[in-house]
């Protein structure tokens, strides 16, 4: 194991501090987070079951393949075991590819680029948990800790990019060697690792760094575990970002986004006033004369793709996601693919739909939208929505959660290991031995 450095810096000390004080003390997480945490752990494994079928993730599990070698840790929905370092990879890709994970909420709708603590974090305590059969109660806690320190390190601007290595490394550590030391050194090797921020313009192009941050972050633990130094030269963190660290939880306030719908987030109030338009109002699209979308600068700037040309672009798409949905309804994930772009009746309700920065975005209200939408018939019907389902201000409920996991899971698991792996997540701290929870989503 390794020993403590002298010039470990304050913000890698107070992390490792904090997360050996958990790992020693698993049961010790306030209820609202472990609650919190369930529902991010399973709708990650939703999520990763459903990127299972895309193109890009095949790909990436199929190159794995192809380079030879066993494991024992499952890549999810593929049926596939590998190392704890390339399941992590994979997983917090899919996890990624569909835009159906979670988000840290934005503080004041800043339009800063949105953090997924769980797509970092999950892969690596799953991996390690499958591979050493750790028991539910660790794992859960190493998964709060790590989402936390996520989206605590995400506030530090000079260490920002690197915030989901930050936290898989934590995470990991916690598991494989929760030594304080151990976790100070994981946490300095997991920051020289960072996302370059440039913009992406595929789904496997911009999921894969989620990926990159889970590998990273086991392989900061393992080789912390077995002696590799690296510290940082100097500190790096302004102090606020881990103000309040164990008293606080950022997991909680501001919260997470957990999505109902398979897009960027920052549409999902277009989408929830659209549906109360449609649960309200007898109307189809041939009866649409116009529509007004009136959003915030910031949900323009976030969704700037004005005519998409495939799947991912449609995501950040405000004119395709209203016109979607005002044709067919809640968005799925088919929705998004690259056939349904080129929707000859979509691409029409998308030449009546204008849109406008009209609303103040606000900390309680980062993406609010309102919805006018004139009909032939003389109508104009408005609806606005400052806190879409999934928002901590409306989270999805338990039947809202399982009905998504069943929905992203239902041609990959059979109808017992969709129940099974509902119910472990719902209990996974009284499992002994979280292996066989794990090996369940492998589909």
């Known amino acids: 194991m390794t020993t403590a450095q002298p010039d470990q810096p304050d913000f890698a000390r107070r992390i490792a501090r904090f997360a050996a004080e958990i790992a020693e003390h698993p049961d010790g997480l306030p209820d609202l987070v472990a609650d919190m945490c369930r529902d991010m752990m399973l709708n990650a494994a939703a999520a990763a079951l459903a990127g ?69 974090v999950f892969p690596a305590v799953m991996a390690l948990g499958e591979m050493n059969g750790y028991a539910g109660n660790s794992v859960l806690a190493a998964f709060a800790v790590g989402c936390e320190i996520t989206a605590r390190m995400s506030q530090a601007p000079q260490i920002g990019r690197a915030c989901g290595s930050i936290g898989a490394a934590t995470a990991s ?7 304080e030391s151990t976790i100070a050194n994981a946490v300095g090797m997991a920051a020289t690792s ?10 496997g192009a911009a999921s894969i760094p989620e990926g990159h941050s889970a590998m990273h972050g086991v392989l900061a633990a393992i080789t912390a575990a ?38 960027h987030s920052a549409g999902h109030s277009v989408i929830d006033a659209i549906l109360g338009l449609l649960q309200l109002h007898r109307f189809g699209s041939n009866d649409i004369v116009s529509a007004h979308v009136g959003v915030t600068a910031e949900t323009m ?15 950040a798409s405000i004119g395709f996601i209203a016109a979607a949905t005002l044709c067919h309804g809640q968005p799925l994930i088919n929705f998004f693919s690259d056939p349904a772009v080129q929707d000859e009746g979509v691409r029409a309700v998308m030449g009546r739909i204008s849109v406008e920065a009209t609303l103040t975005a606000s900390p309680l209200a980062p993406h609010p939208a309102e919805v006018a939408v004139s009909l032939s018939d003389g109508r104009t019907l408005r609806h606005r929505v400052d806190h879409p ?28 290991h969709i129940d099974e792996a509902i119910a472990s997540f719902r209990g996974i701290a009284e499992i002994e031995n979280v292996t066989g929870m794990a090996s369940v989503l492998g589909g």
């Open 194 to 203: 960072a996302n370059t921020g440039i913009g992406y313009q595929s789904a």
């Open 301 to 315: 700037r976030d969704l700037s793709q004005v005519l998409p040309s495939d799947g991912w672009q449609a995501r």
């Open 389 to 416: 389902r999934g928002t901590p201000a409306m989270p999805l409920d338990a039947e809202e959660l399982e009905a998504k996991f069943l929905y992203c899971t239902r041609y990959i698991l059979p109808a017992d």
């Open 226 to 263: 077995e002696g590799m130094q690296a510290a940082p030269a100097h500190d790096v963190v302004a102090d606020e970002a881990l103000d309040g660290l164990g008293r606080d939880w950022r997991l909680l306030d501001p919260g997470v986004t957990i999505r109902l719908y398979p897009c």
């Open 173 to 179: 550590a916690m598991l494989f060697a929760p030594e």
């Open 52 to 120: 299972a079928a895309h193109p890009d993730g095949i790909a990436l599990a199929r190159g794995l393949r192809a380079m030879g070698g066993n494991g024992r840790s499952t890549i999810i929905g593929m049926g596939q075991r590998t190392s704890p370092v390339h399941a992590a990879l994979v997983n917090g890709t899919l996890i990624r590819l569909l835009d159906f994970d979670d988000n840290l909420v934005e503080s004041g709708g800043t339009g800063a680029p949105q953090v997924h603590p769980t797509a970092a």
